[in-house]
């Protein structure tokens, strides 16, 4: 059986869940479809990002829910976040906790690159982060730790172009 959809609990703080339900609110998608956008957005910025030298078996494992830690990082975004810089930022969003677990549709394709996000973040930061939600929320957590004003504008641009494969498209259906 083929699904088009796979549902996905994440792990974000309080505020990164209010800035997606605001992006979502701003642009007439749910959050689902704002947070599969984002993910588009912020896997190029992942993929620039300079591994740290190879280790034979990464031995920390950060779960779904990331502990206790730094203060958060300043605007990353598609343009940003990339060299020493940004893997310092990512390391503080996993780091900061992620007390709210909110569930999330992704489209199968997008669903597919969550092991590949996986591996770069393990790359990146040298930390296993786990299964597939949580590459999802450390990938969303590090979109959202951007500027909300770039984010918004590049959510814009994105459904501008009128992308056929994710932007939120709304359908208005007659009563």
Known sequence: MD???VMLTVRIAAA???LLRELARGHGADMSDVAADGLIDVVPSLHVLPAFPA??????VLPVA?????VAGAGVGSASGVGDAGVLRLLRVLARPAPCAVTL???APVADLLPLVGERITAVTGLRIGPASAALSAALRFWLAGDPQR???GLAALHRQGSPGLAAQRLDVAA
Do not use: I, K, N, Q
């Not at 280790?55 to 920390?60: F, K, M």
């Open 3 to 5: 699904c088009e959809e």
């Open 16 to 18: 990164e869940r209010a």
């Open 55 to 60: 280790r034979p078996e990464p031995t920390a």
């Open 66 to 70: 990331s502990g206790p830690g730094a």
């Open 105 to 107: 549709w992704m489209p």
């Open 151 to 153: 984010l918004a504008a």
